[in-house]
């Protein structure tokens, strides 16, 4: 079965500095999606980024990108210019390519809180 | 106006009553979903259903029951509440095919169980 651990329960940055998240996973799947969410103190799931597996060029959104390592399994999250807007929750999620073993579920780390300096 | 929401927001209810937590969406998307998530445990994904004559269980699904009453329309009910339901639950929807790859959330909703 898949996991994602996000091992930064949570993390705080100076406003305007530049913010890393960090996100790894577990599968035996080569084709699947990757997804960054954001959630503020008013509890919305945002999409912040998102990533295909078969895609070698990193996602960016923004000032949102990603470092997505496939061989090492690792998703993370760069925040660059931070602005108090950002703090939130943060997830990273999972989303098996083949829908019919993946039960079309999304697989959801636990979480990392951004805090934002001012 | 938002494309997917949950009534209520917020809701305090005892042991062993009857809940109903309910979804609406005017995405016109045809797949619906219900996760619920816990402080540090992230989300959890308790019934799925790509139309209305197809509902499927998630990770979680005992004691918890779905109904889809149309395609806008996907209800989640807890027969007989317990303390460890207290949880904030989220509807999802996504389009389906071979462009279903972002899910689309309502604002949750707050359940505590005494």
């Known amino acids: ?118 | 106006d938002a494309d997917v929401t949950q009534t209520p927001r917020n809701r305090i209810t005892k042991t062993g009553k009857r809940i109903m937590l309910e979804c609406s969406q005017t995405k016109g998307h045809d797949r619906m979903y219900w996760y619920r998530q816990d402080p540090g445990l992230g989300l959890r994904l308790i019934y799925y259903s790509f139309d209305v004559k197809d509902i499927n269980k998630g990770e979680i699904s005992d004691g918890y029951s779905v109904s889809r009453q149309a395609q806008a329309k996907f209800s989640l009910s807890l027969e007989s509440a317990i303390p460890n339901q207290t949880a904030l639950y989220f509807c999802a929807t996504s389009l389906g095919g071979l462009e279903d790859n972002e899910q689309f959330f309502g604002p949750g909703t707050r359940l505590t169980v005494l």
Do not use: H
């Open chain 1, 1 to 118: 079965a898949q996991t994602v651990t996000q091992s930064q329960p949570e993390m705080s940055v100076q406003e305007a500095e530049t913010v890393t998240l960090s996100c790894t996973y577990d599968t035996s799947e080569s084709d699947y999606y990757l997804f960054w969410y954001k959630q503020p103190p008013s509890r919305q799931m945002i999409l912040v980024i998102r990533q295909e597996a078969y895609k070698q060029q990193n996602a960016t959104e923004n000032r949102f990108s990603v470092n997505f390592q496939k061989a090492a399994k690792s998703f993370s999250l760069k925040i660059s210019d931070s602005q108090l807007g950002d703090a939130a929750m943060y997830f990273c999620a999972y989303r098996s390519a083949n829908d019919r073993d993946s039960n079309y579920q999304l697989i959801w780390g636990a979480g990392t809180k951004l805090i934002i300096k001012p």
